[in-house]
């Protein structure tokens, strides 16, 4: 029997795994915006924040959990941390976040919210769709939802 809540961010797929230097507080499961290049210390590393173009496209990148710190899907990352995140392929499911005042039904597409959660599609590009039924609205928080990539 599969657990009504899981506990891990990636569901399903075989995304490509990244890390980056957080420009923000980073919740797992939050859509993330890839950026310029690190600091002094970290040239390399690309700076990662929220997804902040309500409607825009992709590609798609999740944050992930720091597993293999211990950290759960309930851990945030802060600023400046280095975050775990998945650059998603079509099929990919996740355990992603929904913002407030959004309600979804499997199959409701998806685009971003522009503050790292998903939204029903409105008038922006449809990224992910939902596989379950998650009431947010109105909602004091962003919630968890499961979704496929398309």
Do not use: C
């Not at 995304?15 to 040239?43: C, Y």
């Not at 700076?47 to 945030?76: F, K, M, Y």
């Amino acid at each position: 029997m599969a657990k009504a809540n899981p506990s891990t961010i990636l569901l399903k797929g075989s995304p490509i795994a990244k890390e980056g230097l957080a420009d923000a507080t980073i919740q797992p499961g939050m859509l993330l915006d890839v950026s310029g290049a690190g600091d002094a210390f970290n040239p390399r590393k690309l700076r990662v924040g929220p997804h902040g173009t309500a409607g825009g496209n992709g590609p798609v990148h999740i944050a992930r959990e720091l597993e293999i710190a211990g950290g759960s899907i309930e851990d945030a990352y802060s600023e400046d941390d280095t975050v775990l995140y998945w650059t998603a392929k079509s099929g990919d499911e996740y355990y992603a976040l929904l913002a407030t005042g959004s309600e979804t039904a499997p199959g409701t597409l998806l685009e971003s919210a522009g503050n790292g959660a998903f939204r029903e599609l409105a008038s922006g590009v449809a990224l992910a769709r939902a596989l379950e039924t998650v009431d947010n609205d109105p909602g004091t928080a962003m919630a968890r939802v499961k979704v496929e990539i398309i």
